[in-house]
Antibody
Framework: EVQLLESGGGLVQPGGSLRLSCATS????????MSWVRQAPGKGLEWVSR????????DYADSVKGRFTISRDNPKNTLYLQMNSLRAEDTAVYYCARGGLGQYNKYGLDVWGQGTTVTVSS | DIQMTQSPSSLSASVGDRVTITCRASQGISNYLAWFQQKPGKAPKSLIYAASSLQSGVPSKFSGSGSGTDFTFTISSLQPEDFATYYCQQYNSYPLTFGGGTKVEIK
């Protein structure tokens, strides 16, 4: 069974940092691009970042560019999101999802984790 | 960035009704369009990829159509477990973008 399990969320003060992890199992992790998507309380879905299969190519939403860094450890089957200079508007549930662009994987964001909650507040 | 405009933002329907949601992209996205279902407190679930293909295990009461800029999602006969929020999403180019969502409520 394909599974994604996020961890690392919590309460952090504005300007602080957090590192999210997404442990995966049940598929060949190194064969898939991976993404992070977030959802602010009561709001819709917002794509945050993606990384290609070998970690050599990344993209970010403008709202997090320069503050967040996505990375992956293929031998450990784990995806990461390093979040620095956090702001109140970064408060959200953060989901990891398998997939990226359709030209590389027609199935899109086909599998999602259960999410981890990040709250930025003083 | 590609903007995804989804309508309606909410609808009320009865069990057994046919429900249709539309999604328009601000520029052509070929058929790289997905539909998701999200229930309160849960992660989104992918229902449809490539505009009209069902993800594995998704019942055939869900369907999608369209290409280019205009897309449609249909539930053929609404059941109690289908009351949820539905999102469209383009994965033709980065940044990936989502529609604003359609909340399907019980009439």
């Amino acid at each position: 069974e394909v599974q994604l399990l996020e961890s690392g969320g919590g309460l952090v003060q504005p300007g602080g940092s957090l590192r999210l992890s997404c442990a995966t199992s049940g598929f060949t992790f190194s064969s898939y691009a991976m993404s992070w998507v977030r959802q602010a309380p009561g709001k819709g879905l917002e794509w945050v970042s993606r990384i290609n299969t070998n970690g050599g190519n990344t993209d970010y939403a403008d709202s997090v560019k320069g503050r967040f860094t996505i990375s992956r450890d293929n031998p450990k089957n784990t995806l990461y999101l390093q979040m620095n200079s956090l702001r109140a508007e970064d408060t959200a549930v953060y989901y990891c999802a398998r997939g990226g662009l359709g030209q590389y994987n027609k199935y899109g964001l086909d599998v999602w984790g259960q999410g981890t909650t990040v709250t930025v507040s003083s | 960035d590609i903007q995804m405009t989804q309508s309606p933002s909410s609808l009320s329907a009865s069990v057994g009704d046919r429900v249709t949601i539309t999604c328009r992209a601000s520029q052509g996205i070929s058929n790289y369009l997905a539909w998701f279902q999200q229930k309160p407190g849960k992660a989104p679930k992918s229902l449809i990829y490539a505009a009209s293909s069902l993800q594995s295990g998704v019942p055939s009461k869900f369907s999608g159509s369209g290409s280019g800029t205009d897309f449609t999602f249909t539930i053929s006969s609404l059941q109690p477990e289908d009351f949820a929020t539905y999102y469209c999403q383009q994965y033709n180019s980065y940044p990936l973008t989502f529609g604003g969502g359609t909340k399907v409520e019980i009439k």
